[in-house]
Every structure is written in C-alpha cells, then in structure tokens.
C-alpha cells in the first residue's frame, strides 16, 4: 500500500462490517464484495469516494485499482465529488417520467436554488438526477440520504425539504 493511501482507513466498527461483508462471498472471491465496501467507505470517508478513497478500497479488496474505478464511475450511488448534509437524488427515468417527474425536478430546483448536479454554497444541499431507483410503482420519487419519498406531488417536495432539520 503506498503513502498515500496510508492517509485513509477504515475505523474499527467499519472494520468488522467489511469481515462481515467478505464472509457472504466465497474465501477465493473477496473482490466479489467490492460494491458493498464501496458503499462502507463512502460512509465512512465524508460521503463521498475521492481518488485515495477508490485506491484504499482497491487495496482493502486486493484488486486492480482501475477495477475499481469501472465499478465506482458506472453507479449513480457511488459519489465521485463530496455532497451536500442533505443528498436529494430526484429519478427522471421511465415511470417516473411517465408521472411527472419533471415537475418534481422543477420543484426542486425552485425550493433549492439549483440546477441538476448543483450543491448548495452552505454544503446543506446537493441536487442530483439519478436513474431508476426501484421504487417505480410509486413513481414520481426520490432519495434523501438513506430515505425514499414516494408518489410525490410538488407540494410535497417543498414540505419535505422544509422538514429537514
Ligand atoms: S423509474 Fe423512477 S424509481 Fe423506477
């Protein structure tokens, strides 16, 4: 492991959940749990995966970093730059197009002040179009942090974020 990816590591309690991760996954195929340690050192490092947070799981799992990199880059769950407190991450795919996501997007874009992709200057908010998040038989919908909203009006959105404390 270089200097650099000495910087990162994972606490003791993240520790024995990536044990428990391996232990679902067969002893010769530790590579095979490199989306749920994803998951583990996005919470764990602030949100978000930087380039020594990629390089450290790489590491962690024993594979190739670019392997990594592929997994990281092709799901909208990882994220590659830091987030807001609040993550709201709107789904503008099929079924909830087909419901008027895209008033749920104005919405948010109103309540928010920002454009898709946008973080807000006091790092309370980021805003991000997401595809499919499964919740499509209660479309139109979206994410903040580890919650789902479902069937939302654009009212709703603007209650919701005025909820947040
Ligand atoms: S299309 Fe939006 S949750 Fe599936």
């Given at each position: ?5 000495k ?9 024995q959940q990536?044990?428990l ?6 002893a010769d195929?530790?590579?095979s ?9 996005q ?5 978000w ?11 962690f799992?024993g594979?190739?970093?670019i ?14 730059k ?6 709201v991450q ?6 909830c ?8 997007v ?6 928010l002040?920002?454009?898709?992709g ?8 980021t805003?991000?179009?997401v595809e ?11 994410q903040?942090n ?8 654009p009212?709703?959105v ?8």
């Open positions: 492991m270089s200097e650099l990816q910087t990162l590591q994972f606490s003791e309690a993240a520790l990536a044990e991760i391996f232990q679902r996954y067969p195929r530790r590579d749990a490199v989306m749920p340690l994803l998951h583990l050192a919470r764990e490092f602030g949100g995966l930087s380039q020594e947070a990629l390089d450290y799981v790489a590491a799992v594979m190739p970093p392997r990594v990199y592929e997994v990281a880059t092709f799901y909208t769950m990882y994220n590659l830091p987030v807001g407190k609040y993550h709107v789904c503008t795919n099929i079924s197009w087909l419901c008027a996501s895209d008033d749920i104005k919405a948010l874009q109103e309540k002040r920002l454009p898709l946008g973080s807000s200057s006091d790092g309370r908010f805003l991000t179009e499919c998040l499964g919740a499509c038989v209660n479309a139109p919908m979206m903040i580890d919650d789902y909203y479902e069937n939302l009006t009212a709703q603007s209650e919701i974020i005025d909820r947040l404390p």
